[in-house]
């Protein structure tokens, strides 16, 4: 069963930039990525200095030669669950059955988007149905973007950030009710119209063209943009006893995350958790330097360890010489 220094559960952004630092650390990393990153179905990654338009694939293919390069050990495959042995060391286990032993455990397994309910929104998601307007207003802009309400306040929110990139933005009232008068005044001061009545589906195969109301009436549309919370992935961690938190701002739930100090330390000794798994919409940049951040931190931990039991060891020896 091989041993390392630090496991790294996931290898996006995140997870590969915390396995670069403990690598370049000298320390023995093993990074285990099942190949499905949140962002995959996004053809480009934004707002990441130095590497502003690279796909996922591509980013994650070089971070991928760059750790390996230093040492660490990338392994294809998901983990099923990580426990703690009497020793102190921790047993992750693969779905494959196979299992490795770690002293120290990087969580960095992301998150899932999920998304309403409504047909055609899943088969463009990341393409022409968006939740960012940092990572994909550019690309739309000028288009006919519309805004699809389930929480009234975040959608208005939504609607007046959008309008930012486009002159043509659609407020879809959906199952969200009618806005306040303050809101009303915000959206008609920006030239934001709303549309009345359940939505029921989106229109188009290759490109999105249109929104369908209950009524059977279709807006025009060339993007349309949803609020979809973000569940942490980490039931893995759960045999520890880490839990997912329920994140809420104002009034409104925006998912789950793993919660942690600021070095990214969890509950659990030994155990730390960086990048999506922790805060649901931090962009990739932010989760690269959380990744950082975490490994930097596991490996002072690591030397706080050896230079405790090196201390021990010395002066267990020096009792053993004295007469």
Same mark, same amino acid.
């Given at each position: 069963m091989a041993i390392y220094d630090v496991v790294v559960v996931g290898g996006s952004a995140a997870g590969l930039s915390g396995? %670069?630092?403990l690598a370049r650390a000298r320390r023995t990393v093993a990074v285990v990525d099942d190949g499905d990153p949140r962002n995959a179905p996004a053809a480009h990654v934004h707002n990441y200095l130095g590497r502003e338009g690279a796909s996922p694939a591509e980013l994650y293919a070089v971070g991928r030669d760059e750790v390996t390069g230093y040492g660490a050990v990338v392994l294809n495959g998901s983990v099923s669950t990580v426990t703690r042995g009497d020793d102190g060391r921790f047993r992750v286990t693969l779905a /494959?059955?196979?299992? %490795?032993v770690? +002293? +120290?455990v990087l969580a960095a397994s992301g998150a899932r988007d999920v998304l309403p309910e409504i047909p055609g929104l899943a088969a463009h998601w990341g393409k022409d149905v968006l939740h960012c307007p940092y990572c994909h207003g550019w690309?739309? &802009? /000028?288009? &006919? #973007?519309? #805004?699809i309400a389930q929480n009234l306040e975040s959608a208005v929110h939504q609607a007046l950030m959008w309008r930012q990139w486009s002159g043509d933005v659609v407020l879809f009232l959906h199952t969200a009710g009618e806005p306040d008068s303050g809101q009303a005044e915000q959206l008609a001061a920006r030239g934001i119209r709303t549309v009345p009545g359940e939505v029921t589906g989106v229109e188009g195969e290759s490109r999105l063209t249109g929104v369908r109301l209950v009524t059977g009436q279709v807006v025009q549309r060339q993007a349309v943009v949803v609020f979809a919370p973000l569940q942490a992935r980490a039931g893995y961690l759960a045999d520890l006893g880490i839990e997912p938190v329920e994140q809420v701002m104002g009034n409104l739930s925006v998912g789950t995350a793993v919660p942690v100090d600021a070095t990214g330390a969890t509950s659990v000794p030994g155990v730390y958790a960086a990048g999506n798994v922790v805060v649901?919409?931090?962009?990739? #940049?932010g989760a690269a330097a959380a990744g950082l951040g975490a490994g930097a931190a596991i490996n002072a931990d690591l030397i706080a360890e050896e230079t405790e039991?090196?201390?021990a060891d010395s002066l267990s020896r020096r009792a053993v010489r004295q007469p």
């Open positions: 396995a %670069l630092a /494959d059955g196979g299992s %490795l770690a +002293r +120290r690309e739309v &802009q /000028d288009q &006919q #973007i519309g #805004i649901p919409m931090m962009q990739v #940049i039991h090196a201390v």
